[in-house]
């Protein structure tokens, strides 16, 4: 243990200094890190470590998916289905409708239920059906219902996470929470109003035509006819329009805010598929009115005065500038396959975070000094070559920090506190061996060699225990467990590197320029 390659020597030297650089940026506020960035060359680090909620002030959201939502339009859809499918069949049925999770319809002729249950198990192969006399139910199995719902839950947390991607808040934590709800923590997001209104809209976008076969007032009096329903419009009033979706906003793949004539607009850009779906629709309806609809909603329903066949178009509705920024926004992220609701909100002051963070300063240097003390009285010489690898397992730590750009939080700076203490245990194990060596009479040389050969097991499995119980929290814990986890797992890791390697390292060079015939131990 005493014979250190040459090769080690230098990995170990270029890791310390890797640290050092990587942790430097750190020692700056963000502005100062990002000038700095500007000035020198690209190649050299400027990331920082990134504070989380509790530290840097922001916004907690939990919000609750309604999954009730998508089982309802599935069943309305399955209802539409069956509907065409028993009319081809010429099968008579009365009372068909939308259940809680299935559809239920009553046969006429007893004759045609066998037909009728066939037809209802083709819909969809997750259904079971059930007879009673002449009445047909088809729900939705248990799992087939849960796997719906879970899958609504998934793709809205990704849709949520492009939302916020776009309005560049930096590291949001976005985590599923139970069966149906999110965790949205916003670190540094001042305006969470205008986060909850971009999470409010559903943001499901179709171009329909306007029927004018009737009047608003007519249909307002309850003369609609069938096939179309009466819709608000932006403007206060009221459009009457075809149920039958010309095309989906599922086909849109780009949408930018833009101007024409002064005025904001929302310019987009459908597929391939959703822009020959618009050009069929526009040429054959030169001279009628399509109603562009978000979330229930007629934002215009302009005239077509000619074939629209670029796939391409312009979104006029008296928007204000950054109305239009945020439905460009949400048209690009998607839309959420169920509306969210809020169920709870925190706002955090950055001066609760500065206070924070000034706290756990004060805890770590006082930590630090105290562990540096120590190691001094009780070891010497040998308790400031392990005050210099603390040192250096701190900026590994902080380096770890910035290239992954994990977030600190409040239990990761007394995760960071709690390496500090545990740091130098493998320094204390190796010393004490050391010590015991020397009392029954070996060499400086051997009692250091014996000493780092048999305190290594004892190291290696008092880390490795912790390291797994550290893992363990990270992968069942949340939120603010993880960010101790994290921490911790990084300052044992780096603790058992700079007591194996960066202190042996020093005590070898010492060993040799020395020579040593006791040890200031």
Not at 198 to 207: D, E, P, R, V, Y
Not at 345 to 367: K, M, W, Y
Request: glycine letters at 8%; charged letters at 20%; aromatic letters at 6%.
């Amino acid at each position: 243990m005493v014979y250190f390659a040459k090769w080690k020597v230098i990995l170990v030297v270029a890791l310390c200094l890797l640290s050092l650089v990587y942790a430097a940026p750190n020692l700056m506020n963000r502005a100062e890190v990002e000038q700095w960035g500007q000035d020198l060359p690209s190649w050299l680090p400027t990331r920082t470590v990134n504070l989380g909620l509790d530290l840097q002030g922001g916004s907690h959201l939990l919000l609750e998916v309604e999954t009730d939502v998508v089982i309802q339009e599935r069943m309305n859809a399955l209802v539409d289905s069956a509907r065409t499918e028993l009319r081809e069949a010429r099968i008579g049925y009365t009372d068909l409708g939308a259940e809680r999770a299935g559809i239920a319809f009553t046969v006429r002729d007893q004759a045609d239920v066998e037909r009728a249950v066939s037809l209802a198990r083709g819909l969809e192969t997750d259904l079971q059906v059930e007879t009673s006399g002449n009445r047909v139910v088809a729900t939705l199995t248990e799992a087939a219902e849960a796997a719906r719902r879970s899958a609504a839950v998934e793709q809205s947390i990704e849709i949520v996470r492009r939302r916020i991607d776009e309005t560049g808040t930096r590291e949001p934590s976005i985590q599923r929470q139970g069966a149906e709800r999110i965790l949205l923590q916003l670190p540094g997001v001042d305006d969470p109003e205008r986060v909850k209104r971009l999470l409010g809209q559903t943001a499901k976008m179709t171009f329909r035509f306007v029927d004018d076969t009737t009047t608003v007032a007519e249909a307002q009096a309850g003369r609609i006819p069938p096939g179309s329903e009466l819709l608000p419009s932006r403007d206060g009033g009221f459009e009457v329009v075809r149920k039958r979706v010309m095309v989906s906003g599922d086909t849109l793949v780009d949408s930018q805010p833009s101007f024409q004539d002064g005025r904001p607009v929302v310019s987009f850009r459908f597929d391939s598929l959703g822009a020959r779906r618009f050009g069929e629709a526009t040429r054959d309806n030169v001279g009628k009115r399509f109603a562009i609809v978000l979330d229930n909603e007629v934002i215009s329903a302009p005239v077509i005065n000619e074939p629209i066949l670029g796939g391409s178009g312009i979104i006029q509705g008296g928007f204000t500038t950054q109305s239009a920024n945020d439905l460009a926004l949400l048209l690009r992220a998607g839309a959420l396959p169920a509306p969210l609701t809020v169920l709870e909100e925190r706002t955090v002051g950055p001066g609760l975070g500065a206070d924070s963070i000034a706290a756990g300063q004060i805890a770590a240097l006082v930590g630090l000094a105290l562990v540096i003390v120590f190691m001094t009285i009780s070891y010497g010489l040998f308790g400031l070559f392990a005050n210099v690898a603390l040192v250096f397992n701190i900026t590994f730590i902080f380096a770890a920090l910035s290239i992954l750009q994990a977030t600190l939080t409040l239990p990761g700076i007394a995760g960071i506190v709690l390496t500090i203490g545990m740091a130098v245990d493998a320094n204390v194990l190796i010393f004490e061996r050391i010590r015991e060596e020397l009392k029954i009479g070996r060499t400086p040389i051997a009692a250091i060699d014996a000493g780092y050969n048999r305190a290594l097991t004892t190291i290696i499995d008092s880390n490795l225990t912790t390291l797994i119980a550290a893992l363990l929290l990270f992968m069942f814990g949340s939120g603010p467990i993880k960010g101790f986890a994290v921490t911790l797992s990084i300052g044992i890791v780096a603790s058992m590197f700079t007591a194996i390697m960066v202190t042996r390292l020093m005590v070898v060079v010492w060993l040799r320029r020395t020579r040593p015939k006791t040890v200031p131990i």
